[in-house]
């Protein structure tokens, strides 16, 4: 759907053999002036959690999947299989994602490869002139989320995170309810993440296997031996290419959190727990609770327990009225002062078909900053995460500027604000 005057621009500027990060499309400026019934193309990578999201896409009328990307050649054939039963046409099975990059038939790229992925992926795809539904957490670390918001606006483009809750009507109106002052003024929300995760032992180096490319795994973090317990998933547990399960489940409800309480940029963060389950190769905590003050006398908290389901809710606000309970389907309870139960709202979607039409919708009407999960809100919501894990992993408090969420007077806090680079990925806007 791109414009032919974007896809000229692109092709005159990008090739597959180019280097990865010198990709730059000044260009895109616009979206294509498109009618509603345009053809959306659409390229993924990342064939695990990309599968079910892309299959979301693939159902959607007008949209073709033209590839299906994972550098696990077993995943990127599976992937293409699956997609091809479900939408209009099966997608070509592919190994590196800068094809679609190059392809100027495709608008969209679908991020849902790893988190150290995240950001030079979509920040290329923006460059390259595509639209870009990236995953959660949308960044490896802050100064990622702030350069994506930079390219986003740069090249025009519509980037969504994959936070789709943001989009499920249920928890739409229970927002709503909250902000037309369903319990007074929200002063406190609290939020839970609960799992049951076993050990991943320790790592034995082992020869790669011929199903993975594994320096295209890499990709722009810095080279480290294979070992057997790392590909796939386990890398969450890594600093090295994860944020642990604040960024990976905590990121949805601090999400959430931080809409309900109409609030962007901490002042205060604090951070206490770490491994207390498994002695094994896993870096990033298993028991952790964090808080956020925010200006305004407010506070959203965070409590994750990786090894026992034992749940204590999702999201709760509190306010000067009562308090609104809110699980992950959207059901919302509202309660007085007295915990007396007064109003119920059921709900069971988590949203993630409207969160993808509402990705399309915005690409068709030319408007990029129409997303429910635009890449500024998604930035916010997931640099909670990462200031979560640097006072977890400094051990001090953090104080930082309400305006841009920046850590104040803590230089070795402000090391982890950016990761180094293999030479050649860094980003580039
Ligand atoms: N929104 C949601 O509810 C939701 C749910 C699950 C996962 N996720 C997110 O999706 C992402 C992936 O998670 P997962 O559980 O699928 O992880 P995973 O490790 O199981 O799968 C990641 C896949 O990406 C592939 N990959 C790695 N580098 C690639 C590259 N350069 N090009 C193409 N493919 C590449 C891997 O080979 C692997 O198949 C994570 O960031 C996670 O947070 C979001």
């Known amino acids: 759907m791109a414009s032919n005057l974007d896809r000229r621009q692109f092709l005159g500027q990008s090739a597959v053999t180019g280097a990865a990060v010198g990709i730059a499309m000044s260009g895109a400026s616009t979206l294509a002036a498109s009618s509603p019934s345009n053809k959306v193309v659409v390229g993924v990578m990342g064939l695990s959690r990309g599968r079910a999201l892309t299959s979301t896409f693939a159902k959607l009328k007008g949209v073709e999947v033209k590839y299906a990307c994972d550098v696990d050649k077993n995943r990127a054939g599976q992937g293409a299989e699956s997609l091809g039963k479900v ?239 809110l699980d992950s389907g959207g059901t919302f309870r509202i309660y007085d002062l007295r915990d007396k139960l007064v109003k119920e709202e059921k709900s069971g979607t988590n949203g993630e078909a409207e969160h993808v039409a509402n990705f399309i919708a915005a690409i068709r009407n030319d408007k990029p900053l129409a997303l429910n999960a635009e890449i500024e809100k998604g930035h916010k919501s997931t640099l909670l995460c990462h200031l979560g894990n640097i006072a977890h992993r400094t051990g001090d408090t953090l104080n930082c500027d309400p305006k841009n969420g920046h850590i104040a007077g803590n230089a070795e806090a402000m090391k982890l604000w950016k990761r180094d680079y293999e030479p050649g990925w860094e980003p580039k806007i």
Request: aromatic share 10%; charged share 20%.
């Open 87 to 325: 939408g209009a046409r099966k997608p070509e099975a592919i190994t590196d994602f800068r094809r679609i990059l190059d392809d100027s038939d495709v608008d969209v790229l679908i991020c849902a490869a790893p988190n150290h992925w995240h950001a030079p992926a979509t920040i290329l795809g923006c460059s390259a002139g595509k639209h870009v539904y990236c995953e959660k957490p949308c960044s490896h670390n802050p100064w990622e989320g702030e350069t994506m918001v930079a390219a986003a606006r740069k090249h025009n483009r519509a980037v969504q995170m994959g936070s789709q809750r943001r989009s499920a009507p249920g928890t739409v109106a229970a927002i709503k309810a909250l902000h037309s002052g369903a319990i007074g003024r929200p002063y406190l929300a609290r939020s839970w993440y609960t799992s049951l995760r076993g050990p991943i032992g320790t790592g034995k180096p082992i020869a790669v296997p011929d199903r993975l490319n594994y320096d295209m795994w890499q990709g722009p973090a810095p080279r480290m031996p294979y070992l057997d317990n790392r590909v796939h998933y386990n890398w969450h547990w890594i600093w090295h290419w994860g944020n642990g399960e604040l960024g990976n489940n905590g990121v949805h409800t601090l999400d959430l959190c931080r809409w309900g309480m109409q609030v962007d940029y901490p002042t205060r963060v604090t951070s206490s727990g770490g491994r207390y389950r498994f002695d094994d190769d896993q870096q990033t905590p298993d028991t952790h609770a964090v808080c956020y003050e925010f200006e305004g006398e407010k506070q959203i908290t965070w409590e994750g327990l990786s090894c026992n389901r034992h749940s204590s809710g999702f999201v709760t606000f509190y306010g000067e009225n009562g308090s609104m309970e």
